[in-house]
């Protein structure tokens, strides 16, 4: 470099580093417009990288390697990499348009409690293209100097804008195509993207038919900035420092990185973490040190050129040839040693010009820079700056703070600006543009609906999950939790409920491991319709097939009735031929009005007949019995009708011992006749509850915990595989939570109606590699190390509801489920431990599934 123009950049004066700053004239959906040149601004979609197979990533880096060679060569563009915290507030909002039944909005507020104190960030990703110079207005606009000065920039003609959306548009098609599914920007986007910068609570201006300009864009950027050797200040509106600013430069990078690995050297923004200074005597005791770990969410700014495939192999044939030069000039010196170094790079040179004329593979020239902030003190930015370099400098990838140019370097991240420090960029293939993921990270869930928990990838973000959308949009309905017991499975299932209950839906919950009594609690507690039914006397015909079928019609219960006691009489009198009376008493009842299973059982021990009898003998005396007595036994008053009102059913069979698959009959012992029997009342009432042409409208959720009981039965898989096919043609949603994926494997009904599948830890290579099937991960050790280290914090302990769930896109991601609050954990607690609700702290411990 000249020494006049060291001197210019030691002033500030040098070249392009004394270039005006832009001065913006309009904004417009996927536009800014400046007075020299127009910008075309998208916003980029996120990929989820983090579990995507190898071959997978391959093809998205070739893709992606396309869209830079193909659609952007020859363009200047700038990639921005911006954070903003989650706005929970606007959660309430869209809670009024989700709930409608119980205490909703008490119980969105716990929600937007409980995501304020999280405080996740938001990632944003926007690429600008630099359209068309202005070079005919900039000229006509320095005419009117005076009107530059007092800020009265010239509007911009409509004709102009009209050119320019088309232009933006034309490029945002093929844009779109590319992994990065490229979307304009909205006005509003842009407008925050600018004021962002200026640190001030002035809302944004509305946009006067889709455009800001005049005085509006001038309150854009009504903000001070100053400058300072490592840093900058930006001043509020009353002259205070709103926030330290620092920009970074990426001077070094190695000469081989790695994807995933070192490569990734964007999408790892979001990993950097450090410890903010504070005085150890404002410290709370009992804090939890890991709280003390704070994001750092360096922001990044990306100028970058690619070269149009013919200047690139010009540049490298060049390289090549001047290394060849040298090799020669060496080999005829007297040494006769040309170097190691020059020999590699006329090598390397070769290979990348075989490279480019047969891929998608051509060079680019990059200006990264990252910058960082803080709103709380220098020393804090320091801390942050100190974090950022360290992490680069574990990765080989040098950092450091651009002393001297913070003015310049900062100018430079702003929109419709440009390069203002070209010997701080790197020339290289596009690979290791695109090899750094920018958009790569977590992404999974839906996109609107219930907040249950958050990403734990390398990306934060919220993770949504509606179980009653399914038949809204004309998918699958089935919601599957599979793990090892006590890691949050359950309880995950339970928030599901809740959240389906708010939403007015009916859920009945089949309940054979007898906890989920905590949902009951918990729903009544928010003002929903709840109620438990339990096995027992006191709940004496609360499963009767003629109350539980009534709406089907008469004859639906005429042959289901029978059939059910049938199943319950010793085997002896079934041999003897006890279906006959049975048959017949039922259709006597059914004359007389009025009928009930109880009254069959009378109307046989009654009867003249010596077998009948007999027969009903024996099914009082099993009627007495806790298993008997909801299906059969006469009702004592008191015990809730079970009718499919909007609300949380759940029906608690704890004692349910069903027999194996393979057991005959004649094998059954008195507490498994009984246990088929209340299976069949509670299946046949699902299935008929489904299927009723006047619920068509009632959203519906079947909840089925430890769901491998009704597998190992022929009738429960029936069931299981009928409700998951159908789901979506009668609006019902089916939520299995089990222990052993093997079995649900062997369901092919349930496999092909799977719309979300939530993984948690598994010890046992058969069963890890089938929750990997039904997950869609490769079945190797990885994905095994994946699932056994789930479920355990980094001590070794046990961390409850973390998972590694499948959305209906086939993503895949982790995700920590969070119940919001410290006494909504104890209302929905299922360990033999569970307590009363109390009052105290809310900490993430406490509140992690």
């Known amino acids: 470099m000249k020494i006049a123009q060291r001197i210019g950049n030691f002033l500030g004066l040098g070249g392009d580093r004394s270039a005006a700053a832009p001065e913006y004239v309009a904004l417009a959906d996927g536009l800014v417009v400046t007075t020299s040149h127009a910008e075309a601004w998208y ?40 954070w903003s915290p989650l706005h929970a507030e606007d959660y309430k909002a869209e809670a009024a348009e989700l709930f409608t039944a119980g205490a909703w909005d008490e119980w969105a507020s716990l929600r937007v409690s409980r995501l304020e104190q999280i405080g996740l960030p938001s990632r944003h990703l926007l690429l600008g293209v630099r359209l068309t110079e202005r070079a ?30 088309a232009q933006m548009r034309r490029l945002g098609r093929r844009l779109e195509s590319s992994p990065w599914k490229a979307q304009p920007a909205s006005v509003e986007m842009l407008a925050w993207m600018i004021s962002r910068e200026q640190h001030r609570a002035a809302p944004l201006p509305a946009a006067n038919a889709g455009v800001i300009m005049g005085a509006q864009m001038a309150a854009l950027t009504r903000g001070r900035i100053l400058p300072h ?19 970074l430069t990426m001077t070094g990078f190695p000469e081989i990185m790695e994807a995933p690995g070192n490569g990734e050297w964007l999408r790892v923004l979001s990993e950097i973490n450090y410890v903010p200074n504070v005085d150890e005597d404002d410290l709370d005791p009992d804090l939890d040190p890991s709280a003390l770990i704070l994001p750092v969410s360096p922001e990044a700014s990306v100028r970058f050129r690619v070269m149009p495939k013919r200047d690139a192999l010009k540049k490298v044939d060049e390289a ?99 390069i203002r420090v070209p010997d701080l960029g790197h020339t290289r293939d596009v690979t290791a543009l695109s090899g750094s993921w920018w958009w ?46 006590g890691r949050g499975k359950t309880t995950a299932m339970m928030l ?91 259709n006597e009842v059914i004359s007389g009005g009025e009928p009930a299973t109880w009254k069959v059982i009378e109307h046989l021990r009654h009867s003249d007949d010596q077998l009948a009898r007999e027969t009903g003998d024996a099914l009082y005396e099993l009627s007495q019995n806790s298993l008997g007595a909801p299906f059969m036994g006469r009702p004592v008053g008191g015990a809730p009708p079970l009718v499919p009102a909007p609300g949380i059913w759940v029906v608690q069979m704890p004692g349910l011992s069903l027999p194996g ?55 429960g898989a029936n069931f299981l595989s009928y409700v998951a096919r159908v789901g979506r043609a009668l609006r019902t949603g089916m939520l299995l939570d089990t222990q052993d994926p093997e079995s649900i494997l062997q369901l092919v009904g349930v496999i092909e109606q799977l719309n979300t599948v939530v993984g948690f830890q598994l010890t046992t290579r058969d069963q890890q590699d089938a929750l990997a099937e039904l997950l869609g991960l490769p079945k190797d050790a990885h994905t095994r190390a994946l699932i056994q280290s789930i479920g355990l914090l980094p001590d070794g302990e046990i961390r409850h509801g973390h998972s590694v769930i499948r959305d209906r896109r086939f993503n ?38």
């Not at 070739?62 to 659609?71: E, H, Q």
């Not at 609107?448 to 309905?477: E, K, M, Q």
Request: charged letters at 25%; hydrophobic letters at 40%.
């Open 43 to 82: 916003v980029l979609a996120s990929s989820n990288t983090d579990l995507m197979s190898e071959g997978a990533r391959d093809a998205e880096l070739d893709s992606a390697n396309a869209a830079l060679a193909r659609t952007l060569a020859g363009h200047d563009c700038h990639l921005r990499v911006l």
């Open 136 to 165: 005919g207005q900039a000229a006509k606009a320095s005419r009117k100097g005076i009107q530059e000065g007092l800020g009265l920039n010239s509007s911009i003609k409509n004709r102009e804008l009209v050119r320019l959306d």
């Open 229 to 247: 050797p490592d840093h900058l200040r930006v001043v509020n509106a009353h002259g205070e420092t709103a926030a330290w600013v620092s920009v």
């Open 320 to 418: 090549r040839r001047l290394a060849k030069e040298q090799r020669r000039s060496a080999a005829s010196a007297s040494a006769e040693d040309p170097g190691r170094d020059i020999e590699e790079t006329e090598e390397v040179m070769a290979e990348l010009t075989r490279e480019m004329r047969r891929e998608d593979v051509t060079l680019v020239e990059d200006h990264p820079r990252l910058v960082v902030m803080s709103e709380t003190s220098l020393d804090d930015l320091r801390a942050r700056i100190d974090a950022v370099i360290t992490h680069y400098g574990g990765l080989g990838i040098e950092v450091t703070i651009g002393e001297e140019e913070q003015r310049e370097l900062w100018l430079e991240s702003q929109p419709g600006d440009q």
């Open 440 to 485: 790569g990270g977590a992404k999974v869930g839906d996109d609107h609906g219930p907040i249950v928990g958050y990403l734990t990838g390398s990306t934060p973000g919220v993770f949504r999950n509606d179980v009653t959308a399914g038949s809204d949009r004309g998918d699958a309905t089935t919601t599957l939790y599979c793990g090892r017991s």
């Open 496 to 586: 599901s409920m809740l959240d389906a209950g708010f939403r007015g839906g009916y859920c009945l919950a089949l309940d054979f491991k007898g906890d989920l009594g905590g949902v009951v609690t918990a729903a009544r507690r928010y003002g929903l319709t709840a109620h438990l039914i339990e096995t027992g006397p006191q709940f004496a015909g609360v499963a009767d097939l003629f109350s539980l079928l009534a709406a089907e019609g008469i004859d639906v219960a005429r042959g289901e009735v029978p059939a059910q006691l049938s199943i319950a009489i010793p085997e002896w009198l079934r041999e003897r031929g006890a279906e006959t009376p049975i048959t017949r008493a039922v």
């Open 661 to 715: 698959p393979d057991a005959g009959r004649r094998d059954w012992t008195p507490m498994q006749r009984l246990s088929v029997a209340l299976m069949h009342s509670m299946l046949a009432y699902g299935v008929t509850t489904a299927g009723r042409r006047d619920l068509r409208g009632l959203r519906k959720t079947v909840c089925v915990p430890e769901v491998h009981v009704l597998t190992a039965t022929r009738e």
């Open 812 to 849: 895949c991601a982790t995700v920590q489920w969070d119940v919001p609050s410290y006494e909504l954990l104890e209302l929905l607690d299922t360990s033999p431990k569970a307590t009363q609700p109390t009052s105290g702290p809310v900490t993430m411990e406490k509140v992690d599934v």
